[in-house]
């Protein structure tokens, strides 16, 4: 958070717009407001057990799940078998 001075924290980030003379404090953009150090909270129990689980699902040879690249390839097959119609 800032401090009375109207100077941001450490790591913090203000968005300025020069306007003439004047610079003018603006609100921040959403991906701004995601990479703000404020945004950035140490890890909650819930996410450090989901990492825990990951690590050990890799060590144990688990395949990842992911239906995305199968439904790439899917899409892919159905896009040219379109085209030779």
Do not use: F, W
């Not at 980030?13 to 407001?33: F, I, Q």
């Amino acid at each position: 958070m800032s401090d009375p001075d109207n100077k941001p924290a450490p790591g913090e980030t203000r968005v300025t717009r020069n306007d003439g003379d004047k610079e003018k404090s603006e609100p921040k953009l959403p991906h701004e407001r995601d990479q703000s150090a404020s945004a950035q909270v140490d890890g909650t129990p819930m996410d450090d057990e989901r990492a825990r689980k990951g690590h050990d699902d890799i060590e144990r040879g688990v395949v990842d799940t992911d239906k995305g690249p199968v439904l790439e390839q899917i899409d892919e097959r159905m896009k040219r078998s379109a085209t030779v119609k």
